[in-house]
Each structure stands twice: as structure tokens, then as C-alpha cells.
């Protein structure tokens, strides 16, 4: 038995056949140490309703309940892991609710109701569109803190600071609506099967007001814009969002010859909330 008490995972995978599917972008962790630490990056869990996308065989989902959390709600989409997730839910009665969903397709903030705090190993192919999912959602969110595990170089992206050559679209989204920050790395070897790369649990904290206060589909065209022409200056890239670009730089000061990844993010911001005041 393990510490909790429950069967080791690898004798609950062998025992209902969960090979990691690819396709699902699956890769276990067995190690209910590494497990416990990113349960504990969360942390306080005591009192707190935890979300957690793609459990698997329930080996975080069971880190969470040993580090305290009131409750777990695990959402799945693979109907195989449905069994083991239930012998973890008669384990810790009425603290673990299993909702067999499609995380892109479900309506979170109909469903979770009060702040929660989102904790998971996201699947990496479905790992980016969650969180712009949840950041471009209704403002002030469902959730109190995200604290989740992507590619490093995915992680990289959201944690970027301005001049660096991993900034672009997913930092600008991400520093915008919370602080962010990378807490550290794991060993592609700690996973089953292994991937190619290294993944980083990062953790996210919104911000109460998104600020400057923008409309979030203007900010999105505006850096599409900017960084889908990264290389050229800003008089050049921006242009294809109106003639009174130009004009619209000069009353905000922001030179036209920067380019995109010297920008702040409050830069684009400002951008988005002139250029949506004026088709307003």
C-alpha cells in the first residue's frame, strides 16, 4: 500500500489497462512524492474546492486529497480511468466528484460554483487553448489560482518578460490577466511513458481588475498582429488594423519604430482600449 493507503499506481494502471494514449496527450506520473509537491505549490488546500482537467489514473488527484483539499473535482474525457478515480472517491467519501467531460467543451463557470483553485498535469495537446480559455473568460474569474504543469517551453512562453525571445501573444494574455511564474522543472524520465521534453509547473494568480481595462478580442487582434510580424517595426505590423494606428501611437507615446517584443504588456493593453474606444 501506499502512504495513502490506496494501491501503488502502477499496480492500479497494470490493473485496468490505462496505457497512456498519446492521442490524449497522457503521460502518468507515478511518483507520489512529485505529486505531493506540486499539490503542495497550491497550497493552502484546506477549505479549498480543487479542479483538476485529466486525471488519469488519479495519481495527482490523490496527491491533492492526501495534502488536504476539501474537494476534488476531477474532469476526464478518457471513460477508461472512470473505475480507478472511483476507488480513489470511496477512499475519501464525498471529497472526490468525477465528471466525465471534454475540458475545452465544458461550461466551468455554470458548474463550479465559488472560487476554486485549478491544480493539474494538463494534457500538452489540449494545454494552451485551456488557458486562454480560462483568461479570455467573464473577468473577475471562477478560480483563485492556476497551478499547472506544461511543456517547459510552453511554460517559458507564459512566464516571459519583455525583450526575451520566448515573448509574444501567450505572455502578453497571461501577465495581463495574473501574475505568473515558473516554480520548477520535471525530468521528462519521472513520467510513463516519457516524452520528448521537459515540462514546468507554473502557477497563475489572477489579477482582481485586468488593467489597463481593455476589451480582450481587441487585445487579441492587436498582438496577432504585432507578433505575426515580430521582426518589423510597429508602424508596419499594426497597419493592417486601421489607418488611425499611426495616430493612435503617437497620443500613446509608444514610439512607431519599436518592434512588438519591446512592448510591455500594459503597452498592448493601451493599444486595445484606444483602438476599441474608437469603433466603439
Not at 78 to 89: K, M, T
Request: proline residues 7%; hydrophobic residues 45%; contains cysteine.
Amino acid at each position: 500500500m501506499s502512504e495513502d493507503g490506496l494501491p501503488p499506481l502502477r499496480e492500479v494502471i497494470a490493473r485496468h489497462g490505462l496505457d497512456a494514449r498519446k492521442s490524449l496527450g497522457q503521460n502518468f506520473l507515478f511518483d507520489l512524492n512529485l505529486t505531493r509537491r506540486i499539490a503542495r505549490s497550491a497550497a493552502p488546500l484546506d477549505g479549498s474546492t480543487v479542479v483538476e482537467i485529466g486525471p488519469g489514473p488519479g495519481g495527482l488527484t490523490r496527491a491533492l486529497l492526501l495534502e488536504g483539499a476539501r474537494k476534488v473535482i476531477a474532469v476526464e474525457k478518457d471513460a477508461r480511468a472512470l473505475p480507478a478515480l472511483q476507488e480513489i472517491a470511496a477512499h475519501y467519501p464525498g471529497r472526490l466528484e468525477i465528471i466525465e467531460a471534454d475540458a475545452l467543451r465544458y461550461d466551468w463557470a455554470a458548474h463550479i460554483a465559488g472560487d476554486a483553485k485549478i491544480v493539474a498535469n494538463l494534457p500538452y495537446n489540449i494545454a494552451t487553448p485551456l488557458l486562454t480559455g480560462w483568461l479570455t473568460s467573464p473577468w473577475p474569474p471562477w478560480f483563485s489560482s492556476l497551478t499547472l504543469m506544461f511543456q517547459k517551453e510552453v511554460a517559458e512562453r507564459i512566464v516571459a518578460a519583455p525583450g526575451s525571445e520566448s515573448y509574444g501573444r501567450l505572455a502578453i494574455i497571461s501577465q495581463w490577466c495574473a501574475t505568473a511564474k515558473k516554480l520548477f522543472d520535471i525530468d521528462r524520465r519521472a513520467f510513463t511513458p516519457p516524452p520528448k521534453i521537459t515540462s514546468s509547473v507554473v502557477q497563475l494568480i489572477p489579477r482582481r481588475e485586468r488593467l489597463p481595462a481593455c476589451d480582450v478580442a481587441v487585445l487579441e487582434k492587436v498582438t496577432a498582429a504585432a507578433f505575426g510580424q515580430r521582426r518589423k517595426m510597429l508602424r508596419s505590423s499594426l497597419k493592417s488594423l486601421g489607418p488611425e494606428i499611426a495616430k493612435v501611437l503617437d497620443d500613446l507615446a509608444i514610439a512607431a519604430n519599436l518592434r512588438a517584443e519591446q512592448l510591455a504588456v500594459a503597452d498592448f493593453a493601451r493599444i486595445a482600449a484606444a483602438l476599441g474606444s474608437k469603433t466603439a
